[in-house]
């Protein structure tokens, strides 16, 4: 084996890989796991797509190095629902914050971020919490109303 040897758990559940020095964890997730819902957009952390829930922060998985994410917990959205779709995921359908879905993932995890730290936030801290995340397709108006439907759905 080449490379340098990660233990990650990713959505609960832990993997052991070997990975390159340069991997970003991005390509990991989605090469080496192929839980392609992370999406890589712009490749240099302006975009916000490859968000993930990293040790409890959002980040942009494009470019935190796989071998950073040795010992950690990572959050995809695969892993944010379960036999549901998460009350985020239905609030942007219900919103409909959601045109073609590429940067959607990672304004969920950046969502479910925010809402985990301040159960309530006002929406200026909605706002400004999304700021690293671009859509380019619905406008944030939508997205920042399902940020709010979910918000009152989760933490009533």
Do not use: W
């Not at 929406?123 to 979910?150: H, L, S």
């Amino acid at each position: 084996m080449t490379g340098k040897k990660i233990t990650v758990t990713v959505n609960n559940e832990t993997y052991i890989r070997y990975v390159d020095a340069a991997e970003t964890l991005g390509e990991f997730i989605r090469e080496d796991l192929g839980l392609t819902g992370t999406k890589i957009g712009c490749n240099e952390g302006e975009c916000g797509a490859c968000t993930v829930i990293f040790n409890g922060r959002p980040v942009n998985s494009c470019i935190v190095l796989a071998v950073e994410a040795d010992g950690g917990n990572v959050l995809t959205v695969e892993g944010l629902s379960g036999e549901e779709l998460h009350p985020l995921q239905q609030a942007f359908i219900d919103a409909g914050a959601v045109q073609c879905g590429y940067c959607t993932p990672g304004m969920l995890l950046t969502a479910k971020a925010i809402l985990d730290e301040n159960h309530h936030p006002t929406e200026q801290q909605i706002r400004k919490g999304m700021e690293g995340n671009i859509c380019r397709c619905t406008g944030y108006n939508r997205i920042i109303e399902a940020v709010m439907i979910a918000e009152k759905r989760m933490y009533p």
